[in-house]
């Protein structure tokens, strides 16, 4: 027998408290991105409501960016917040002032650091192959910026992954397009990217070693040399 998930409801606005109920679901990670939600019919049944009243909880849903709904497909979850996050930041930059990429740098000197140190502290097995697959596609690519500033989104993420924290996750997924951005700008320096190398690589032997010291100052010394080769960009 199935197992029933959702409580029966009694109210005038029955599709909020279906949202409410899935909502609590995914921000408590029961849910997971990625997760398919069960039918509209099956929902009705678990709630004892609707399916006029499920199908105006998805659209709620929806809304926020917590599901997708997939003609034929479904409904998925989702975590849409971030990415509009992305592209309002990455409007910011765009129109806004020209030393906005500085506040991007000191953004940075304040996350990440505390992102090395954590995931020093915390990086499992898996999270260190990642970082490592990362600086190896970097290693193997010095003179491809695509896929050298690709593997480089990687190697952070992973980072942050490893703090087993899902808000870091998301602040630095928050900022990934405008971090693709200055490492343009540092491919394009003579050096940048085998002195980046060489960063990623000290960060990576702290992690491994899990001593959050060495990685938090590895990692400042990282963000110095980022920010002094975008400077000899402008």
Do not use: C, W
């Not at 679901?25 to 709630?47: H, K, M, N």
């Amino acid at each position: 027998m199935e197992k029933v998930l959702y409580k029966p409801l009694q109210s005038s606005k029955v599709f909020e408290r279906i949202a409410e109920q899935i909502e609590q679901r995914i921000l408590s990670g029961e849910l997971r991105s990625g997760d398919r939600l069960p039918t509209e019919r099956e929902l009705s049944e678990q709630f004892q409501a609707s399916r006029t009243a499920v199908r105006e909880a998805m659209k709620t849903l929806a809304q926020k960016g917590l599901v997708d709904m997939r003609p034929g497909r479904g409904t998925i979850v989702i975590n849409a917040t971030s990415q509009a996050m992305q592209h309002s930041l990455g409007l910011m930059i765009k129109v806004g002032p020209e030393h906005n990429l500085d506040h991007l740098s000191e953004v940075r000197q304040i996350l990440e650091p505390e992102i090395a140190t954590l995931a020093a502290q915390r990086a499992t097995d898996k999270d260190i192959l990642a970082m490592q697959t990362a600086v190896d596609v970097m290693e193997n690519n010095l003179q491809n910026a695509d896929a050298f500033i690709a593997a480089d989104n990687d190697f952070h993420r992973a980072l942050a992954e490893a703090t087993h924290n899902m808000l870091i996750l998301a602040l630095l997924d928050s900022i990934v397009n405008l971090l693709s951005e200055q490492r343009k700008l540092i491919f394009s320096v003579a050096g940048g990217p085998e002195r980046g190398q060489l960063h990623h690589k000290h960060i990576l032997n702290a992690i491994i070693h899990h001593d959050p010291e060495v990685a938090h100052k590895a990692m400042i010394a990282h963000l110095r040399q980022v920010r002094e080769d975008t400077s000899a960009t402008i």
